[in-house]
């Protein structure tokens, strides 16, 4: 491998594992609401398990959890990963191929739900080329199916990139998320039928990090260390901690991210 072939393998590694983090700080805070509002979830459906990098986190406050991926590849990827395999033998985890535009699932199976950057990231037919027209009405149909899936009174949290923001929407790309950055206007009347009052909150990035991307506002500095391979390595997870719109708005910022919190209404 050459010296610069290395160089942008370590840099997609850095990012990677930079988004890994942000993310998790999304399926930590997720696991404290659902414990804080509803005490531990029964069962819970996760939308899109990537890597399976998450899933052991949201074990850790689920007594199972299911995990969809119309991508066999990303199913495979998943279980290669120890953690995922212990889950999978004590009968804790399932992982599922499946289209999120048409969940199979029986009504009211899982007492919470995720769908962490999935939404306006791009969908594929099953033969993995991406789809790009109607896009709203893809996205409508994986929340039909969740809300079609979901117990009263559980929760269910999606995030999806803000068109609000100029950056994104001029096309703006980091790591290996990309796709269509979404107004919250147009998922206001997809979620707010179904679940009633929709909790939003943001992530916001506000300074550079070399080669890395922008850190993200909480009112702490950003911490970057790396150990001696030149890794990048952990940073401060208070700097990822989900913002309230109120504190977005006492703040004068606008989140790149959007997350927002449903509750299925109780019958």
Not at 9 to 17: A, D, T, V
Not at 92 to 97: K, M, V, W
Request: hydrophobic share 35%; aromatic share 10%; net charge negative.
């Amino acid at each position: 491998m050459t010296a610069k072939a290395e160089h942008t393998e370590r840099i997609q590694r850095e990012k990677l594992h930079f988004t890994e983090q942000r993310l998790l700080s999304i399926y930590d805070w997720f696991n404290t609401q659902v414990s804080t509002r509803q005490g531990r979830s029964r069962h819970h459906l996760d939308i899109g398990c990537y890597n399976g990098f998450a899933l052991p986190t949201l074990a850790q406050a689920a007594d199972h959890v299911t995990t969809l991926d119309i991508d066999p590849l990303m199913l495979q990827t998943a279980l290669l990963r120890p953690s995922v395999q212990q889950l999978v033998f004590a009968q804790r985890l399932t992982l599922d191929q499946m289209d999120a535009r048409a969940i199979t699932y029986p009504d009211n199976s899982f007492t919470s739900a995720s769908c962490i950057e999935v939404i306006g990231a791009g969908f594929e037919d099953q033969e993995g080329n991406e789809i790009r027209a109607n896009e709203l009405e893809h996205i409508q149909s994986v929340i039909n199916g969740v809300h079609r899936v979901l117990q009263p009174g559980g929760l269910f949290t999606l995030t999806f990139k803000s068109q609000s923001n100029q950056r994104l929407s001029e096309g703006f790309n980091f790591g290996t998320h990309k796709g269509v950055p979404l107004h919250r206007k147009d998922l206001r009347p997809m979620l707010e039928p179904l679940f009633g009052q929709v909790d939003w909150y943001g992530h916001v990035w506000t300074a550079r990090i070399p080669r890395i991307g922008n850190k993200y506002y909480m009112g702490i500095p950003v911490v970057e260390t790396r150990d001696e391979t030149g890794k990048y390595d952990e940073l401060d997870p208070e700097c990822f901690e989900p913002i309230s719109e109120a504190q977005l708005q006492a703040d004068g910022k606008r989140p790149l991210y959007w997350i927002a919190m449903c509750q299925k209404p109780f019958e």
